[in-house]
């Protein structure tokens, strides 16, 4: 059991007069320096700090805010994150043993910590006024990088009409985030920022579409990958990432609400590419596109005496970027059949919640999720053991047909294979029979 306690305060950073800037002090949320909406994509709604605005002599203007938080964490069962409460990595026990990742933890421990990591700072930098109103650029950070040194979580010039930089991916809407405690939240939503360059087409002043080529979110767990102990299905000498990933999304809203709606493509080539199991479909030294591609929907519907409902919905073919609890794992990308040949693995889930509030301070927040990795059409690991009586000697001649079915377990069902390590035993009678 986790006990998480947030110790929250604004920072305001004071600045002195000078000849050449006119300084006045303001409190208040950073949204309303947003623009016809298009900003509430970037920044989260309920996210107030304070903020000190600089305006020059010509009407430029430098707003600095941020907060400081401060996080107290006590857990009755050590987890695997000290300072942040995140679900995949609070122990599971099995049989009496408590388990993280495959680790067993053989003692359960008390443990306090404190940090204030999540502190953020922000730049919002707005030109003269003869440039629009609605052209800036936005630097912001935290310090939750090893070490407790700053990370940059958004840094982009926008107007409204292109933007350019890194912020939240177009495969999402951050006002579709129900508030949970979990620093991730709900492993089916896409919280990722992203390089990006995007361009906007308003159908009117409520309804707009962007198209954005985006930083590939499918190269990067495939480069990490490469001659990995954990990669023993397939092999390749490296990964072509030569086209960026591109993102389509429509976003309305109105009196009722809002809706977002969006199509990611990603494609790169593994070069040499072999899978390790011999059949009739087996590709052997030959460059292999993958076309991953994802698709969803969110929005919020507004109800009635100020409550609000959020939905999420999301379908992937390979394309596991834009699910955070799926992100980097080859598992979840290409699944190789006995026969030789490789799929792309589907994923899908959603997310519901619902918001009451209280007064204007106080809510609460009630929301369930689902994510399923749909390996049903697929041939087990121990299928594959049992088609292929070389199969050790294709894959690892000091790695025997018992340890091929125990590595396949981990690494394509890895769920199954840290909930019920167990499981070992009663899969003996069948590894010894193989």
Do not use: C
């Amino acid at each position: 059991m986790k006990f998480h306690f947030f110790l929250v305060s604004s920072l305001l950073l004071l600045f002195a007069r000078t000849s050449l800037a006119q300084v006045k002090k303001e409190t208040k949320a950073f949204p309303a320096l947003g623009f016809s909406g298009v900003e509430s994509k970037n920044i989260t709604p309920s996210d107030e700090s304070a903020q000190v605005i600089v305006e020059s002599n010509t009407g430029a203007k430098l707003s600095i805010g941020g907060f400081v938080r401060y996080d107290l964490i006590y857990d009755t069962i050590r987890s695997g994150s000290d300072a942040f409460f995140v679900t995949s990595y609070v122990p599971v026990e099995y049989d009496g043993i408590y388990y993280i990742d495959d680790r067993a933890i053989t003692e359960s421990t008390n443990y306090f910590s404190a940090n204030a990591a999540v502190t953020q700072l922000r730049l919002i930098m707005t030109p003269p006024p003869k440039w629009g109103d609605d052209t800036k650029a936005l630097i912001e950070g935290d310090f939750t990088a090893p070490g407790n040194t700053f990370r940059l979580r958004h840094a982009y010039g926008e107007n409204k009409m292109f933007l350019f930089g890194q912020t939240w991916t177009n495969m999402m809407d951050i006002r579709d985030f129900p508030a949970v405690l979990e620093w991730q939240g709900p492993g089916v939503l896409p919280a990722h920022r992203n390089a990006q360059a995007d361009i906007k087409f308003y159908q009117n002043d409520d309804y707009h579409t962007t198209f954005g080529i985006e930083q590939s979110l499918l190269a990067t767990p495939l480069e990490n990958l490469i001659n990995s102990e954990d990669n023993r299905t397939i092999s390749y000498e490296a990964v072509n990432n030569s086209l960026p990933a591109f993102v389509l999304s429509e976003r309305g809203e109105g009196d009722w609400g809002h809706f977002h709606f969006g199509v990611a493509y990603n494609s790169v080539t593994l070069r040499d590419f072999t899978t390790n199991i011999p059949g009739d479909a087996q590709i052997i030294g030959k460059d292999y596109a993958i076309h991953a591609w994802a698709v969803n929907a969110s929005g919020t519907i507004h109800m009635p005496r100020g409550q609000l409902l959020q939905y999420y919905a999301t379908y992937d073919q390979g394309l596991t970027g834009y699910t955070a609890d799926l992100n980097g794992s080859l598992e979840y990308i290409l699944s190789v059949n006995k026969d030789g040949s490789v799929e792309l693995v589907p994923s899908y889930g959603w997310v519901l919640a619902y918001k009451i509030p209280w007064n204007n301070k106080f809510f609460t927040q009630l929301s369930t999720s689902m994510l399923t990795v749909d390996w049903s059409r697929f041939d087990s690991p121990s299928e594959i053991a049992n088609g292929n009586a070389d199969i050790e000697n294709n894959l690892d001649k000091k790695m025997t047909k018992e340890e091929y079915v125990s590595n396949a377990l981990s690494n394509r069902f890895p769920d199954f294979h840290k909930k019920l390590l167990k499981e070992h035993k009663m899969l003996g009678v069948e590894m010894e029979i193989l």
